[in-house]
């Protein structure tokens, strides 16, 4: 693997563990070593001897706002007095699920211009034809995945707010109240505008992604009265329908991540090895 895919992985590698700090939303259990692992990742990546880190350290008037976002990543999510990740003395990590939202935030804020660094390099890569088909191709899988599977969470967590929202709303006979209206601004319309973000900010052409994308943002404008329902079917019914959609692609697209990742790290460790073992000796 040539020197900027090297680069590129390593970059790529730090992006994986930003998109796994979504796990923390679902309600099973988690480990407090996995939870270690991630915080190293991510504390080293943004160290100025890194790949990442001397990116943004020489590029960091344009990514000052990304710079900054990381760092409160790291102290309100993975920092020692985080309310949102707390270890427990059984070696688990207790969620505050309360916070999604700032957990869903947090890395898509950081990730698109993560996405942005990594394809420059693709595409600095295909200039100077050192592009290689291992980080192409994993590239292309990755980014459908974390859409796919932030799209997955949020929309779930989106449905549960909706239906709160028209239960108030039925208590209410219809009128606006300060809770309906406390769902509206600060949960339906925040998850809304991270999942459009998230579907605007795509790398994506093949159309079983975006058709995937664009049904869950269907179901989101039917709710917000921007679009019929589709045969007036019940919101239920239309939630229901598009996260099956979303969890079945998203079932196709881990295994062909995991085995292009694992491929091209297998790959570069090995170009690792092969340097260390031609180097002259007392080099």
């Not at 045969?231 to 292009?260: C, G």
Request: proline share 4%.
């Amino acid at each position: 693997m040539k020197n900027i895919n090297q680069y590129n992985f390593d970059i790529i590698h730090v992006a994986t563990h930003l998109r796994d700090t979504l796990e923390y939303v679902l309600p099973r259990d988690h480990d407090a070593r996995i939870y270690e692992q991630r915080k190293q990742v991510l504390t080293k990546g943004l160290e100025p001897e890194t790949p990442l880190g001397k990116f943004l350290e020489a590029n960091k008037d344009k990514f000052e706002e990304t710079i900054s976002k990381y760092k409160e990543l790291l102290d309100e999510v993975y920092g020692d007095d985080s309310t949102i990740l707390v270890k427990t003395a059984e070696g688990k990590i207790r969620v505050d699920h309360s916070q999604h939202l700032k957990i869903y935030e947090y890395v898509n804020a950081i990730m698109e211009p993560l996405r942005d660094i990594i394809y420059f390099h693709v595409n600095l890569a295909r200039r100077q034809n050192e592009n290689e088909p291992i980080i192409e191709d994993l590239m292309k899988v990755d980014d459908s995945y974390y859409r796919v599977f932030s799209f997955l969470l949020i929309m779930q967590d989106f449905q549960k707010s909706f239906f709160e929202f028209q239960k108030v709303m039925r208590e209410s006979n219809g009128q606006p109240t300060p809770q309906s209206n406390y769902i509206v601004q600060n949960e339906l319309q925040v998850m809304a505008n991270i999942l459009r973000n998230i579907r605007s900010h795509n790398h994506c052409t093949d159309n079983k992604t975006l058709d995937t994308l664009d049904e869950c943002l269907k179901v989101v404008e039917m709710s917000e009265g921007k679009r019929d329902r589709r045969d007036d079917k019940p919101f239920p019914e239309l939630f229901k329908e598009a996260l099956e959609q979303t969890d079945a692609f998203l079932k196709e697209l881990a295994p062909k991540w995991q085995e292009l990742f694992n491929r091209a790290l297998q790959e570069m460790l090995a170009d690792i090895r092969n340097s260390s073992n031609n180097k002259p000796v007392g080099a």
